[in-house]
């Protein structure tokens, strides 16, 4: 069991994708959020695709059917110092991963992505798929 699950905007294409790892992972999870950040990311792809209006559709019944976090102060705080940790081992990581991790941070979630740059996070519980 790998507990309360935050998803990677890379996971959630995966389980729109029926990927069967990303549907094994779900079955471990106890409870499953996203960030309002992979939403945004989300919704960016859906509009530049070919098919945005059936991409955003789908977005928006997955976020309807989802705990969605939004950003707060607190969710700020947080990437503040990880961004600043991370400038100064030289490892920085892409700057919407850093609020996602920020999000499982302050959430104490279990962020689940396909993305390797998140182990430089070492006070994150990570779980690749």
Known sequence: MIGRC??????????????????ALLQDCEEVFVSSV??????????????AVENT?????????IAVLP?????????????????????????NDLWIAAHADEHQLTLTSRDDHFRHITSLSLHTC
């Not at 935050?6 to 549907?23: E, G, H, S, Y």
């Not at 939403?39 to 695709?49: F, M, N, T």
């Not at 950003?71 to 700057?95: D, F, V």
């Open 71 to 95: 950003c707060t102060q607190e969710t700020a705080r947080r990437y503040g110092r990880l961004k600043e940790s991370l400038l100064s081992k030289g490892t920085p990581i892409p700057e």
């Open 6 to 23: 935050l998803l990677d905007t890379n996971v959630v294409i995966a389980l729109f994708a029926d990927d069967p790892a990303v549907l």
């Open 57 to 65: 559709r789908r977005i928006d019944e997955f976020a309807s059917s």
């Open 38 to 51: 992979v939403l945004g990311e989300l919704y960016y792809g859906a509009a530049k695709s070919a098919h």
